[in-house]
Nanobody, 117 residues
């Protein structure tokens, strides 16, 4: 069964760090572009970062230098390291898998990240 399960969200103070993890089941990393998105309250969902089947990464311009996406082939996870977090990073973060050979997408259930004192 193809599915994604996010973990690692929580409450963190401004300036802190969190590492989100997306466990991928039934997905071959080499055939998918994996991505993290986020959606803040009353805002549109936005793309945070992507990593292609070949390992090429891309980031939202506003997040470059603070967020890092990576693959762990042993653990079968897509991780998002978030540093120097700001209150405006508060959102539900979603993992997604986009097939590179056809129109097929898989979404996780999301994990809440709250940046607050």
């Amino acid at each position: 069964q193809v599915r994604l399960v996010e973990s690692g969200g929580g409450l963190v103070q401004p300036g802190g760090s969190l590492r989100l993890s997306c466990a991928a089941f039934g997905i071959s990393f080499s055939l998918y572009t994996m991505a993290w998105y986020r959606q803040a309250p009353e805002k549109e969902r936005e793309l945070v970062a992507t990593i292609t089947g070949g390992g090429t990464t891309a980031y939202a311009d506003s997040l470059k230098g603070r967020f890092t996406i990576s693959k762990d082939y042993d653990k079968r996870t897509i991780d998002l390291q978030m540093n120097r977090l700001k209150p405006e990073d508060t959102a539900v973060y979603y993992c997604a898998a986009h097939a590179e050979w056809r129109e097929y997408n898989v979404w996780g259930q999301g994990t809440q990240v709250t940046v607050s004192t």
